[in-house]
């Protein structure tokens, strides 16, 4: 009977020895990797390597300032196929000024009007780079436009809730700031020529929308269920607006609709019943099903004669 006891015994001691061993284990492992020591090793190195990079920057303007006295940093670009300064195409690329690029981040570095912009997707090197006075690109761009990511709001002002979209984007992807909270105000810019489908559907905090003229496109959901959207201001440019754009946007007072848009397409402004006026343009030819359906504030609305077909359910 002793022996089974102590068997038992044992083994409670075993389990018990093994189960402290793995927290043991755990623990020597998060000290390793992480924020451990694993973790700062990767961070030393890698600011070593944006340390270098920035040294050669420098050191190339300083050179071209010994060169000529009329060079201008400011005017200085290159990337992966060109190099410009003072206005002029010169040999070379970007690896002619960064020749010691360690080709982990060939592909990460640009140079625009004199500022050293690194690009990336992990938010660890993002900070990294801040810390070390670099600018950074934390968007994926691909032939324009700009992809939907978890750093798209790397670059927005935390105090203000504004974001700046880059000269270099000429669409707004699909779902590219969909569902994301903190944006409060955004300019489109005129570069941008298209704001894809639920760019920024769903977005609990967005309020002023501004989208200069140049843009022509706004896609389907682009705005809907954005609770907390006052005003929005669209440039007359667009001339395509998708259906259900601003369905449900309760706390919408102020919008304009463009002079150069021709149908107001299905449930555009429904459910938006904070709107109190409505001044449809002339050239607006048809306003189609829903269009503001549950919109139950309009006291207002102007309707021009070149509106030619008014759906039933339109109100």
């Known amino acids: 009977m002793r022996n089974i006891r102590d068997r038992g015994i044992t083994l409670i001691v075993l389990v018990i020895t093994i189960i402290i061993l793995l927290i043991l284990a755990g623990i020597s492992i998060s000290s390793l990797t992480g924020s451990g020591l694993f973790g700062k090793a990767n961070e030393a190195k890698v600011k ?172 389907a959901y682009a705005f809907q269920d954005c609770s907390n959207l006052e005003r929005i201001h669209m440039a007359d440019s667009i001339s395509v607006v998708g259906q259900y754009c601003f369905q449900n946007c309760k706390k919408l007072v102020e919008i304009n609709i463009p002079v150069s848009l021709k149908v107001i397409p299905l449930r555009m402004l429904s459910t938006c019943t904070s709107l109190t006026e409505i001044n449809i343009p002339e050239g607006i030819t048809e306003i189609q099903d829903l269009a503001f359906e549950s919109s139950i504030n309009i006291k207002t609305i102007i309707i021009p004669s070149t509106v030619t077909k008014i759906l039933r359910s339109t109100f």
């Open 48 to 219: 070593s390597i944006f340390s270098g990079v920035k040294e050669e920057f420098e050191l190339y303007k300083m050179s071209k300032f010994a060169e000529d006295i009329n060079f201008e940093s400011g005017t200085l670009n290159a990337g992966k196929e060109n190099l410009s300064y003072n206005g002029k195409v010169q040999e070379g690329n970007i690896y002619s000024i960064l020749r010691n690029l360690n080709k982990e981040y060939e592909n990460s570095f640009e140079i625009i009007k004199g500022e050293l912009i690194f690009s990336s997707q992990d938010k660890d090197e993002l900070e990294w780079a801040l810390e070390m006075g670099m600018k950074i690109n934390p968007y994926i761009i691909i032939d324009g436009e700009l992809m939907s990511s978890d750093t798209n709001l790397m670059l927005m002002d935390e105090n203000t809730g504004t974001i700046v979209i880059p000269e270099n984007v000429t669409k707004i992807g699909a779902g590219a700031f969909r569902d994301v909270i903190g944006l409060r105000t955004i300019v489109i810019p005129k570069t941008v020529k298209e704001i894809g489908d639920n760019a920024f559907s769903g977005n609990p905090t967005l309020e002023n929308v501004t989208i200069e003229e140049g843009v022509e496109k706004i896609g």
